[in-house]
């Protein structure tokens, strides 16, 4: 079932399926919710209730017309405005890519409304803005973000050739293209880039008190091991660090057996 769902002056599409105990799902950058698919399946299988949103102006969800608009305070408030509006009051949170920052914020914001977290590829905000120079060249990209007008040219020159290079040529860029060739909408993924450099650089070094599961792949393009492997000092709560091989950032769609395994085994015994 998909729910249209007025939140924050916003319609946002979210995937309800499934009974029983809350799992909320969370994608990032430029995903929607479809980048769940494979676990969405398994969780429901296994007898959770899962929520995915397409989040502010992503997939079927509306777009906010300003740049400010995409400031993460938002971000986790839709978050928060979604579960209000399904009578939701406590989840098992997974958030992956920007999906993840914005994960990490909702539980220093909202502790009370997540029983455990899994954060995919992206560490805590603290982790990730104290991480080595090797980060800081890894994620050169967050800079080209800011030139407006020349990163949207760049991006879809050449039938999106920077794009597919950009990505690794993933097997969802036949979804990506689609999507972020509609109106505003590839400008709309890269505001979350531009309306929190600020946060990015001075990041929240808030401590969470919930356990927390972290998993890297090998592959990552964008993100290094030791920035997850960091965010055990962030968390006063048991931290499991789980570090998958040969998969690419994308972990989820290359091989879900393994992440939705991972899930499942967190979920049962978080303090495992």
């Not at 299988?45 to 740049?67: F, K, L, N």
């Not at 962030?234 to 992440?259: C, K, M, N, T």
Request: overall charge neutral; some cysteine.
């Amino acid at each position: 079932m998909q729910h249209q769902l007025q939140v924050n002056g916003l319609l946002f599409n979210v995937l309800d399926e499934g009974i029983g105990d809350i799992v909320l799902l969370v994608h990032g950058f430029p995903d929607d919710h479809n980048v769940w698919r494979n676990q969405v399946s398994a969780l429901v299988a296994a007898g959770y209730r899962v929520i995915a949103p397409d989040t502010r102006g992503c997939g079927m969800s509306e777009m906010a017309p300003r740049t400010r608009d995409y400031a993460l305070h938002n971000l986790v408030s839709d978050l928060a405005g979604i579960l209000d509006a399904l009578g939701v009051s406590k989840v098992r949170l997974v958030g992956h890519d920007w999906g993840a920052v914005i994960g990490w914020h909702f539980c220093i914001a909202h502790p009370s409304r997540v029983s455990s977290y899994a954060a995919l590829s992206v560490g805590h905000p603290a982790a990730y803005g104290g991480a080595s120079l090797k980060q800081k060249l890894k994620g050169w990209y967050v800079l080209m973000f800011q030139l407006r007008g020349f990163a949207e040219w760049l991006i879809t020159a050449r039938n999106w050739s920077f794009f597919r290079k950009f990505t690794g040529e993933d097997v969802e860029i036949e979804r990506w293209i689609p999507s972020l060739s509609r109106p505003g909408r590839l400008t709309a993924a890269i505001n979350y880039y531009r309306a929190n450099l600020g946060v990015l650089l001075r990041p929240n070094v808030t401590k969470l008190r919930l356990p927390v599961m972290g998993v890297i792949s090998d592959g990552d393009r964008f993100l290094i091991k030791e920035q997850m492997l960091a965010s055990r000092e962030y968390v006063d709560s048991h931290f499991r660090f789980e570090f998958i091989e040969h998969a690419g950032h994308w972990l989820q769609i290359d091989v879900p057996e393994q992440v939705n395994a991972l899930l499942l085994e967190f979920f049962k015994d978080p303090l495992k």
